[in-house]
């Protein structure tokens, strides 16, 4: 009998929503789907996403962060996470608290990494977080991370400036490797060269280059990216390379949004369609660029 893999553990700092799925709550299941153990610490508890334009519930701030990631030391686990995952940040107050629970991790386990997603904004949309948190994703958050999520216009802010070639993609993703990340996951890629009826997705590292391609759908659905970057995380914890981490999650994600789209949903079918997770139903080619 071959011996169990160890078991992962990550620590995912997000929002938290009763009804419907984004933050932790579009997180912390596809990450259990795959076996991983998840420790999630809301920073917010709120009825649905914002995006209804009504809700109900609270933020909370950088202490009441702190004081659950006490009580999580108190148990001596911290040594046994092996990554740490945020996404929106409410404050650059709850920013310090996840930043300083890094650097705890990191001390009781230095080969623990820290995966950010840079919620900043989005084309259309631009900038929808609160002033202060792009200084701080750029200047504290992504220096401290090992991994980042950005979609294509985050990344265009971090690196501040605007990409439009590939070529220029690239280097915007070197100047973002140059704060501090090994690996940058960019989503969301409308690069010259992406077909109109494509979305491209790009991952990052060591110099190298991976792209996948998927057909471009028409669903707009909340909580997509919180899924993509839990589960390349996840996928490269398990294989150590951007580019199978890419290869599978895309895959993923892709067949969820999918399922969504199919179903006219206004939520992402995140636990309808949760084989896509362990077997997606179609697959992407990864290409070097």
Not at 152 to 170: G, I, N
């Amino acid at each position: 009998m071959a011996p169990c893999a160890p078991v992962v553990n990550v620590l995912s700092i997000q929002s938290h929503v009763a009804y419907g799925h984004v933050g932790n709550s579009s997180a912390v299941f596809p990450l259990q789907r795959l076996g991983v153990e998840v420790w999630p610490v809301h920073t917010v508890q709120f009825s649905n996403h914002t995006g209804y334009g009504a809700w109900t519930g609270r933020v909370f701030d950088g202490q009441a962060v702190e004081e659950v990631v006490d009580g999580i030391a108190d148990r001596g686990v911290l040594g046994t996470a092996d990554a740490v995952l945020s996404g929106y940040l409410g404050s650059a107050d709850i920013g310090h608290a996840v930043v300083g629970t890094v650097a705890r991790v990191r001390a009781a386990n230095p080969d623990a990494v820290y995966c950010c997603d840079p919620v900043i904004g989005d084309v259309g949309r631009g900038v929808f977080v609160r002033p202060g948190i792009e200084e701080f994703m750029r200047d504290v958050a992504v220096p401290a991370a090992d991994l980042v999520t950005p979609n294509h216009y985050e990344l265009d802010l971090l690196a501040q400036t605007t990409t439009r070639s590939l070529a220029s993609v690239k280097d915007a993703v070197a100047a973002v490797q140059g704060m501090g990340p090994r690996v940058v996951l960019t989503t969301s890629l409308a690069a010259d060269d992406t077909p109109e009826d494509a979305v491209d997705l790009l991952a990052s590292e060591g110099g190298r280059h991976f792209r996948v391609r998927t057909p471009r759908l028409s669903v707009s659905v909340n909580g997509a990216g919180d899924a993509i970057a839990a589960l390349f995380l996840a996928h490269w914890l398990d294989t150590r390379s951007a580019g199978e981490a890419l290869s599978r999650a895309a895959a993923s994600v892709w067949g969820l949004l999918r399922r969504t789209e199919e179903a006219g949903s206004r939520e992402i079918l995140l636990v309808a369609a949760q084989e896509e997770y362990v077997s997606p139903s179609r697959t992407f080619p990864v290409e070097e660029v």
